[in-house]
Structure formats: structure tokens, C-alpha cells
T-cell receptor, first 109, second 113 residues
Framework: GQNIDQPTEMTATEGAIVQINCTYQ??????LFWYQQHAGEAPTFLSYNVLDGLEEKGRFSSFLSRSKGYSYLLLKELQMKDSASYLC??????????WGAGTKLIIKP | DGGITQSPKYLFRKEGQNVTLSCEQN?????MYWYRQDPGQGLRLIYYSQIVNDFQKGDIAEGYSVSREKKESFPLTVTSAQKNPTAFYLC????????????FGEGSRLTVL
């Protein structure tokens, strides 16, 4: 079966750095997405990785290792508004998205 | 501004009733999707449509129906056959960007009383 694993919940301090991991086992791979979702709101696109390596976008970076079936989202200089759920999704061989359950990130002052 | 509009945001339904959730987009996207989100689970695909007048079942289509008569609109009907309809429903669309990222509406929360 296809599976995406993320930690259920993480806590970090304002101003710090946090890394949210995502491991996947899917039938094929055609890209990995990270989305941010505030409670009760729509998910918004953060990043897309299809090749190995690090993609940096402001305070957020995303890393991919296809050989390990592993990605992480790195958030720097954490702000209170970063409190949200972070969703990992993989595009499989049929170009269908498989979604993880999301990681709820709690930021403390 | 371009975007996706879902309505209603909150909906209460009695058991045995059908309800229709609206999804409208002005992004000129061909592909549209309906997802269901439950606590502790990933998004699950209900139906999707790649072009007007065509749609495909997703992983959990039982108890749901859709139509795609216009490019801008992709309504979802939750029928009385859906055994556990209380959930957060998300509509999304996809354009022709290389990344293939989805653009989501604000969601509709359905509660069955």
C-alpha cells in the first residue's frame, strides 16, 4: 500500500528553527509537495520538490532524498503565525496525490 | 481577484437529507477536485474532473455525486447513502503550472445532526 508518515504534533519556540519530517512509500514518485493549513482554513502551497536537494524560499526550505523516500520542511526564525498544520503530499506514478495526515506545529513565545 | 469560492462555509443536515456543496473558480483551471478531511487523516479524494462534462471517482466516492456542466463550477452532493458525512470538505483546482500545485477553496464544514 501507499503510505506517508509525518509526526502528529511538534512544539517549538518563537524565533527558533524547526524541522518537520516526511517519509513516504508510494508506487512511483513524481514530486512532493508541502502545504500549510491554519485551523479551519484552506491549505496553501509552500514548496515542491522533484529532484534531490534543498529548495529554499525565504524562511522556509524543503529537502528531498528520493533514494531514502524522505523529505523535510525547515522553518527558520519562527513566528507565532507559523502555528499551523503542515501537510506532506506525494504525486505517485499515476500523478495522483497521496497525502500525509499532517503535522500540527505549535509555536510558544 | 482570482480564486476558488466554496459555499456554504458551515452546513447542518439531518440524517436522510441530501445536501449540495458549491465550488466555483475563476482561475480558468481545467481540473477540479473534491477532498474530504477528517481529524488525524490525510486528505482523501472523493471525485475529480479534468475537463467539462467529464469526472472520475476518487478513493471514497460512495455516497457522493458531482457534475461538471461548466468549467467554473464543480458542485458536490452528499447523499443520504453516505454513512458518515460529517467532515470538512475541500474543493481544489489545478492549472497548467509545471509544479501542478493545487489551489484550494476555504472549505465547507458539514455536520449531520
Amino acid at each position: 500500500g501507499q503510505n506517508i508518515d509525518q509526526p502528529t504534533e511538534m512544539t517549538a519556540t518563537e524565533g527558533a528553527i524547526v524541522q518537520i519530517n516526511c517519509t513516504y512509500q508510494t508506487s512511483g514518485f513524481n514530486g512532493l509537495f508541502w502545504y500549510q493549513q491554519h485551523a479551519g482554513e484552506a491549505p496553501t502551497f509552500l514548496s515542491y520538490n522533484v529532484l534531490d536537494g534543498l529548495e529554499e524560499k525565504g524562511r522556509f526550505s524543503s529537502f528531498l532524498s528520493r533514494s531514502k523516500g524522505y523529505s523535510y520542511l525547515l522553518l527558520k526564525e519562527l513566528q507565532m503565525k507559523d502555528s499551523a498544520s503542515y501537510l506532506c503530499a506525494v504525486k505517485d506514478s499515476n500523478y495522483q496525490l497521496i497525502w500525509g495526515a499532517g503535522t500540527k506545529l505549535i509555536i510558544k513565545p | 481577484d482570482g480564486g476558488i469560492t466554496q459555499s456554504p462555509k458551515y452546513l447542518f443536515r439531518k440524517e436522510g437529507q441530501n445536501v449540495t456543496l458549491s465550488c466555483e473558480q475563476n482561475l480558468n483551471h481545467d481540473a477540479m477536485y473534491w477532498y474530504r478531511q477528517d481529524p488525524g487523516q490525510g486528505l482523501r479524494l472523493i471525485y475529480y474532473s479534468q475537463i467539462v462534462n467529464d469526472f472520475q471517482k476518487g478513493d471514497i466516492a460512495e455516497g457522493y455525486s458531482v457534475s461538471r456542466e461548466k468549467k467554473e463550477s464543480f458542485p458536490l452532493t452528499v447523499t443520504s447513502a453516505q454513512k458518515n458525512p460529517t467532515a470538512f470538505y475541500l474543493c481544489a483546482s489545478k492549472g497548467m503550472l509545471v509544479t501542478g500545485e493545487l489551489f484550494f477553496g476555504e472549505g465547507s464544514r458539514l455536520t449531520v445532526l
